[in-house]
């Protein structure tokens, strides 16, 4: 059985859909695609239905990342069943997920995207572009790429 990865965010469609594809370009490069699957989900539901940010969308590209997916909103009735580790980008979201958790089980899945860190140590979130100019899209891919890499390490052992 796959291992199944959930990155969540605010809106779903700048920093977990980022999470998504790049993790997915990692597992892809060490060919770990069997075995574990990844998707993104927002604990907001404004943009539900919409492709991710065109923003993101570009400077993802830049680095040769494709953001496919969807924007949708958590669903704590199927989304704690299903996935294995629900990783929450930044300090908000994770504890919007745990406010929501229906047991210590589901307590248990949740994660803070840069506990996964080594070189981004310093950043405990991953900072909401939204709002912000091109540099605030190119430091979310350079934290998610650290925070990825530790994450591969840590799924892989
Ligand atoms: P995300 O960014 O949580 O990384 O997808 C945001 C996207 C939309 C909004 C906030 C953050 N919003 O307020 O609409």
Redesign the pocket.
């Known amino acids: 059985m796959k291992k199944k990865l959930l990155f969540v ?8 859909p980022s999470a998504e594809a790049v993790m997915n370009g990692f597992l892809k490069v060490n060919m770990l695609n069997d075995e574990f699957e990844c998707d993104s989900a ?1 604990t907001g539901g ?2 539900v239905g919409e492709r991710a ?1 065109s923003r993101m969308r570009t400077h993802a590209a830049r680095r040769d990342y494709d953001l496919t997916s969807i924007a949708r909103q958590f669903n704590p009735k199927s989304d704690f069943d299903e996935f294995d580790l629900i990783i929450g ?1 930044d300090a908000q979201n994770v504890s919007d997920l745990q406010d929501i958790a229906r047991n210590s089980e589901d307590l248990h899945k949740i994660k803070s995207m840069t506990d996964y860190c080594t070189r981004y140590k310093h950043y405990n979130s991953v900072p ?3 709002y912000g100019g091109a540099d605030g899209f190119e430091l979310v891919l350079d934290i998610l790429e650290d925070a990825c890499d530790g994450l591969l390490k840590q799924i892989s052992k």
């Open positions: 965010c605010l809106g779903n469609i700048c920093r977990s927002g404004w943009h940010d980008m909401d572009p939204y």
